[in-house]
């Protein structure tokens, strides 16, 4: 079955400066690659995602990028703020499947 | 957001009590999850529900037993549980007539403690 691996477990940066967290997966059939912000008492919230047929997508200052040949994706968030700081979820689907396998989350924490 | 609202946010039980977790979805989704959250794991996957059918039962405990009596109503009956079943529970859905592969949307968790 699937698995996904996420790197760091913990990232600390400066207010301003960039954040790249890392992923790598283990199916080559999985085709659909969420990324997930989970704040303090609340659930997880979907941030962005992308499909296998593309290899960026941007949404303000997140981006995420996808290599299928490497089986790995990342997330880019730019000029962080400390609204920024939460645990990060990678995860990574199957074509046609409701199953989502997560990875093991990133803390970060951005410091003002 | 309140697309997906979880009741009760917290819940402290022994292990000889039943209980009963609620998840109620405004989207208009068809595809209902529920979730384990435990300290430092990833989300694991309990069950999944298209269309009010189960389609995907990850090798989940019987004393954990779902319900989905419509598209937008998800239970988790809960008996005999174990101190280790202590965990964040959380709901989601999603589209079901797409498929597989679309965003699926959390409710914020019910916290649950086994005495």
């Known amino acids: 079955g699937e698995n996904v691996e996420q790197h760091p477990s913990t990232l600390s940066v400066q207010e301003g400066d960039s954040a790249v967290i890392k992923c790598t997966y283990s199916?080559?059939?999985?085709?659909?690659f969420p990324w997930y912000k989970q704040e303090l008492g609340k659930g997880p919230q979907l941030i962005i995602d992308?499909?296998?047929?593309?290899g960026e997508k941007k949404d303000q200052r997140i981006a995420v990028t996808l290599n299928k040949t490497a089986k790995h994706f990342s997330l880019h968030i730019t000029e962080t703020q400390p609204e920024d700081s939460a645990v990060y979820f990678c995860?990574?689907?199957?074509?046609?499947?409701?199953?989502?396998?997560f990875g093991s989350g990133t803390r970060l924490l951005v410091r003002p | 957001e309140t697309g997906v609202t979880q009741t009760p946010r917290h819940l402290v039980m022994g292990m000889t009590n039943k209980k009963s977790l609620k998840c109620e979805q405004h989207?208009?989704?068809?595809?209902m999850y529920w979730y384990k959250q435990s300290a430092k794991k990833p989300l694991e996957l309990m069950f999944v529900?298209?269309?009010?059918?189960?389609?995907e039962n990850n090798s989940v405990p019987s004393r954990f037993s779902p319900e989905c009596p419509n598209s937008s109503h998800l239970f988790l009956h809960l008996h005999t549980l174990q101190p280790e079943d202590s965990a964040l529970y959380l709901c989601?859905?999603?589209?079901?007539?797409?498929?597989?592969?679309?965003?699926?949307?959390f409710g914020d968790g019910t916290r649950l403690s086994i005495l």
């Open positions: 995860a990574a689907s199957e074509n046609s499947s409701y199953k989502l396998i």
């Open positions: 989601a859905s999603s589209q079901g007539d797409r498929g597989g592969n679309q965003p699926q949307h």
């Open positions: 199916d080559s059939a999985s085709n659909y």
């Open positions: 992308i499909r296998s047929n593309v």
């Open positions: 989207l208009g989704h068809n595809a």
């Open positions: 529900y298209n269309f009010k059918e189960q389609t």
